[in-house]
């Protein structure tokens, strides 16, 4: 592991993904590595059954999720920050979690993902997969799987 320069570190900000995070934090400091924070707004479903939510509706959904997302990362930037002197940039970005992790492991050059083992999906994870499994078996790089 002594090529690490880039960390991507997905976040729900579940409790395992916290821990992810700090894991992420100590490897960085000792390898001098930047973290790349990213949470992905799932898409939502517009329509189910017979009921859909207007297109108006949806895109306020999506704009407040995403400034509350910014909030949520800036603050967890700021401990690490301020705490490790670590360099740590930040996005939110739309689409399948699984898909845009990936995505931005080959952007960015990406050495190691560092991801929680679980997330905030509760049983839906059990019967479709998590995507930490997801990202273990398609990672172009190693991955740290954290667990509580």
Request: one cysteine or more; glycine letters at 6%; hydrophobic letters at 40%.
């Amino acid at each position: 592991m002594s090529d690490v320069k880039n960390i991507l570190v997905p976040t729900d900000f579940s409790e395992y993904s916290d821990r992810a995070l700090a894991q992420a934090a100590d490897i960085a400091g000792k390898f001098k590595a930047k973290i790349y924070l990213l949470h992905v707004i799932d898409d939502l479903q517009q329509c189910a059954v017979d009921y859909c939510i207007s297109e108006e509706v949806m895109e306020q959904v999506r704009q407040k999720s995403e400034i509350t997302s910014r909030e949520k990362l800036q603050k967890e930037v700021d401990k690490i920050s301020a705490a490790k002197g670590i360099e740590v940039v930040f996005d939110v970005k739309v689409g399948r979690p699984y898909d845009v992790i990936l995505e931005e492991q080959k952007s960015n050059k990406i050495d190691l993902i560092v991801i929680g083992s679980h997330g905030r999906t509760g049983l839906i994870k059990h019967l479709i997969g998590s995507v930490a499994e997801k990202i273990v078996r398609h990672a172009g790089c190693p991955v740290l799987v954290v667990r509580a």
